[in-house]
């Protein structure tokens, strides 16, 4: 800039030079402004592969200010408000996108996602109509479109695309369980256990046509079936509630009481804010006697649905059971209110008066009663028979007289996994497992919320030291990405650009330091390119840092599944990693994080008994490094030694990192 200003005041002298000035500021500025693109373009996508969606949508904010004509940023910034549940803003960015180019034929999917998400399964349609006519053979954009149709009840329409999934694909069994479920709509029993047999003989391990199958057994009342095929679809997908919930009426059907309470726990483990669960536990307990519990369960779902009256006169006739006569007054009075004409209400408050020995109140409420129904003889609340337990009643059926039934769905319906590259993560992993990530430098400390350790380092406190008062330079070491809010995205913007300001005017003694500074402020924010250049700038001053080489060695392993996950390997890169973290061992031997690291590496790279060697060398210099323990045991697994796997895992558990128990259970006989 001051060279610029320099020569734009000769300007009278030399007008060719001027000319020719600004054509060279003119294209250097425009491939710039280019570069600077791409690299917020890589950022972006780089935070958005490890699921930092906030920040990715900083980075893709800048670019549609300064270019909003690039389709790309607005795919990607859609992609990023999908996964954090903004589906109306993914829809919105999504639809610019195909503005801007419509021949994307994933960006169809997507937005058709959002839209389903919205319950607009007509604009579904509608996108998936596009998308096939761009990609004929995709087989999840004909299973969407034909889930999409039947959730509009174009039942007809349904069944045509399912015939054609069954013609072009015959081993697709999800086809013959969707075609099975249409017919299930539309109360053909017969013909969906047809179609559900053939799509189990193609794949009995698929959950969702086992709870499909049982719910045809449930509509037939055969709930010995209904118990077992629910039992397959829980073996196969034991995380939803739902299937829980059916097998206890199921059970309840055949007086597995035990069972039914079982389930009905484990439905409220899995989502504790599940109602039917919640009411339908309060009426079991109810029924043997467990009255406190019970009312436990319907102050629940009163909190969730303050004006459901069957559940309030329920808690009434528990708190009545339980000597809590008031509240139970108080129960009976808010239904009364309601429904002044429920006598079986009015006689239980009466009763209710006349143990607390207010008889004009009792007196009120039975002739209330006996004025209207003479004939009718209404006596103290009995316990519920064996029969009483199974009858049932809809949801949205308020109906007083079954307040005692147990409570279904208004419809009893699968809930649908659309098969689409956005309906789960943002990574499709390869590996079966994952190890925990390289300890690296950062602004944030360690913790993981488990336990009181502290990664530390004496290179790191000797940094520390040497930060200047007023500089926002303390760094930690850690192995958990923190993910940015937008005011930690914003924070971290400016300290880079403050940062900036000083390199541009630091003398030598300060610039490796301010360097090494702004390079983790880079890595926090996912810029894993202009950190390595600044660490390896670091590294140009002094080839002795052993923080450079060992954050360098992270940002390029970074770098490098990022690259891997979108089909780019190098052995090369590979390599540097490798290098790098060699070097900061050879000029420290002591820091156990360095040999960790490597073990990362080793094991990225399938190296196993190499990744063994150095866990155990970290391990022997850091005893509580649980992350060691961990990826050790992940390695032995892997190598085929599954006790000294299962017995590292262990450790690890035992010091924080829970998930290493999940990982026992299933490699335990």
């Known amino acids: 800039m001051a060279i610029l200003r320099k020569k734009t005041g000769e300007k009278s002298k030399r007008p060719a030079g001027l000319l020719l000035l600004l054509l060279f500021a003119i294209f250097p500025f425009k491939s710039l402004a280019q570069y ?30 300064q270019k909003p004509y690039i389709f790309q940023p607005w795919q990607y910034r859609a992609i990023a408000k999908y996964y ?37 399964y007509q604009g579904a349609i509608d996108d998936y109509n596009k998308a096939i006519r761009l990609n004929p ?33 015959s081993r697709m069994a999800n086809a013959y369980t969707l075609r099975a479920e249409i017919y299930l709509l539309q109360a053909d029993t017969t013909e969906a256990v047809v179609w559900l047999d053939k799509s189990l003989e193609i794949d009995p391990y698929t959950a969702d046509t086992w709870t499909t199958r049982a719910i045809v057994s449930l509509a037939r009342k055969e709930w010995r079936k209904a118990d077992e095929y629910l039992g397959k679809a829980i073996h196969l997908k034991p995380k939803t509630a739902v299937n829980y919930i059916n097998r206890a009426l199921a059970r309840l059907n055949f007086n597995n009481l035990r069972g039914a309470m079982s389930d009905y726990d484990t439905a409220i483990d899995l989502d504790p804010h599940n109602f039917l669960a919640h009411y339908n536990r309060g009426l079991l307990r109810m029924q043997i006697g467990d009255d406190n519990r019970a009312i436990e369960d319907f102050d629940y779902v009163i909190t969730m649905e303050p004006d459901n009256v069957m559940a309030i006169f329920n808690r009434g006739v528990l708190h009545e059971q339980t000597g809590n006569l008031r509240a139970a007054i108080a129960d009976y009075t808010t239904v009364i209110d309601q429904f002044p004409n429920f006598w079986t209400g009015l006689t239980a408050r009466a009763r209710c008066y006349e143990r607390l020995g207010m008889h004009n109140e009792a007196e009120l ?120 809010s937008e005011e930690q995205s914003n924070d971290f913007f400016q300290t880079i650009n403050e940062l900036t300001v000083r390199i541009d005017t630091a003398g030598t003694q300060r610039l490796s330091h301010l360097l090494l500074l702004r390079s983790v402020a880079y890595s926090v924010m996912q810029d894993y390119n202009d950190a390595i250049t600044d660490l390896s700038a670091i590294l140009d001053i002094d080839n002795n840092s052993c923080l450079a080489y060992w954050q360098r060695a992270v940002c390029q392993s970074m770098l490098n599944q990022f690259n891997k996950a979108h089909g780019i390997e190098s052995k090369l890169n590979a390599g540097k990693v490798q290098l790098d973290l060699t070097h900061a061992i050879e000029i420290n031997p002591q ?13 990225q790279t399938s190296d196993y008994n190499r990744a063994i060697d150095d866990y155990t060398k970290a391990i022997e210099l850091d005893s509580r490094l649980a992350e060691a323990y961990y990826n050790r045991g992940l390695s032995h697994i892997q190598a085929g030694h599954k006790l000294e796997g299962i017995a590292d895992l262990s450790k690890a558990g035992e010091l924080g990192i829970y998930d290493a128990y999940s990982i026992i259970k299933k490699n335990s006989k």
């Open 84 to 120: 954090l549940d903004d589906f109306v803003g993914a829809e919105a960015d999504a639809t610019e996108a195909l503005r801007l180019n419509p021949y994307v034929e994933g960006m169809y999917d997507l937005r058709a996602i959002a839209r389903i998400r919205q319950q607009n």
């Open 137 to 169: 053979r995709s087989q999840n954009y004909r299973f969407n479109r034909a889930l999409c149709m039947m959730n509009v009840k174009d039942f007809d329409h349904a069944l045509l695309e399912t015939d054609t999934m069954m013609m072009r694909w």
């Open 365 to 484: 409420d039975n002739f209330k009663v006996l004025k209207a129904q003479m004939d009718k003889h209404l006596g103290i609340q009995q316990r519920w028979s064996e029969e009483k337990v199974k009858q049932v009643r809809k949801r949205s059926e308020i109906d007083l007289d079954k307040y005692d039934q147990l409570v279904v769905d208004d419809e009893n319906k699968v809930e649908h996994e659309y098969q689409s590259a956005y309906r789960g993560k943002i990574q499709n992993r390869s590996v079966e497992v994952t190890i925990m990530p390289m300890y690296q430098l950062s602004y944030f400390p360690y913790q993981n919320g488990l336990q009181s350790y502290q990664a530390f380092d004496h290179d790191v406190e000797s940094f520390n030291m040497l930060t200047e008062t007023g500089e926002d330079g303390r760094l930690f070491v850690n192995c958990h990405v923190t993910q940015l």
């Open 591 to 603: 820091n156990p994080y360095l040999y960790y690291n490597r073990g990362n590496h080793y094991f």
């Open 36 to 65: 600077n693109i791409d690299r917020l373009m890589t950022s972006g996508e780089i935070a958005l592969h490890y699921e930092d969606y906030v920040l990715s949508i900083q980075y893709f904010n800048q670019i549609i200010s």
